[in-house]
């Protein structure tokens, strides 16, 4: 019986399980090994060796599962060809593997006993509210779930901690570097000419606000300078506060 050939995306990483793929030159046919090992009406071969995973699909069957997925409308793409359908019997939820995932729903995989399942999200068993009935949860062994959605918040919080992190430590960086330059700046004497050249600055910002003359993009710019220093914004606050105590 003529065998589907093992081989791999080359621009994957290897240990990317998506990227495996089996082939078959004469009939002009390739399929993600996910694809197959979800597929509800596909079955592994009889003859399926883990040392020799080349041997692990055979082609008529796969040519079977394709006729049958093409009866087969995707709950998430609304496309022919879904051949991954939820467990639960009672539900008429198909897929397509990857639409699956993009749909949230659970995967469940056992290798060593060759299980491999996939919960619509209304069946999911993981989640508190769901529509998985709990004879159907009698049938089966107790198998470890976790949805593609739960993974992908888990690494999505993570990155968001991790850069949230980073940013204050660089923060904590500038404000190192300034008050060490500040320091040097006393130590030199150039503190009252900065502050000289600051309040001449303030003077001028203020002479292009109280004249009515001012174009507006002049004075947009340099309410936005005032407000991005930081000192004008807290003047504002500190007096709005004095004010609502009186």
């Known amino acids: 019986m003529a065998k589907m050939l093992r081989r791999q995306c080359a621009f994957c990483p290897e240990d990317e399980e998506c990227s495996i793929m ?7 046919l390739a399929v993600h090994q996910d694809c197959l090992l979800y597929s509800s009406g ?4 009889e003859e399926h060796n883990p040392e020799n995973l080349d041997i692990r699909f055979d ?5 079977n599962e394709l006729k049958r997925g093409r009866r087969l409308i995707c709950n998430f793409c609304r496309k022919r060809g879904a051949t ?3 467990e639960v019997k009672t539900c008429r939820r198909s897929y397509h593997y990857f639409c699956a995932l993009c749909d949230d729903a659970a995967i469940e995989t056992d290798e060593v006993h060759g299980i491999y399942r996939v ?9 508190k509210n769901n529509l998985y009935d ?3 949860k009698r049938e089966r062994s107790p198998i470890t779930v976790q ?8 690494i999505v919080k993570e990155k968001i901690a991790e850069d949230s992190l980073e940013a204050l430590r660089k923060k904590q960086e500038r404000q190192k570097v300034r008050v060490e330059f500040l320091r040097k700046c006393k130590r030199a004497g150039l503190l009252d000419e900065i502050f000289e050249e600051m309040l ?7 002479e292009k606000l109280m004249d009515d003359s001012t174009p507006d993009a002049v004075y947009e710019e340099t309410v936005i300078s005032l407000f991005d220093c930081g000192l004008f914004e807290n003047i504002l606050a500190s007096a709005h506060s004095d004010v609502s105590v009186s």
Request: aromatic residues 6%; negative net charge; proline residues 4%.
């Open 200 to 206: 001449d600055t303030l003077h001028l910002a203020q």
């Open 42 to 45: 596909f079955v592994e071969s």
């Open 147 to 154: 949805s593609s959605s739960a993974k992908k918040k888990m």
């Open 59 to 63: 082609v008529a069957s796969v040519v």
């Open 22 to 28: 089996y082939i078959a030159e004469g009939q002009n």
């Open 119 to 127: 919960f619509c999200p209304n069946h999911d068993p993981d989640r």
């Open 84 to 86: 991954v359908g939820c």
């Open 134 to 136: 709990e004879d159907s």
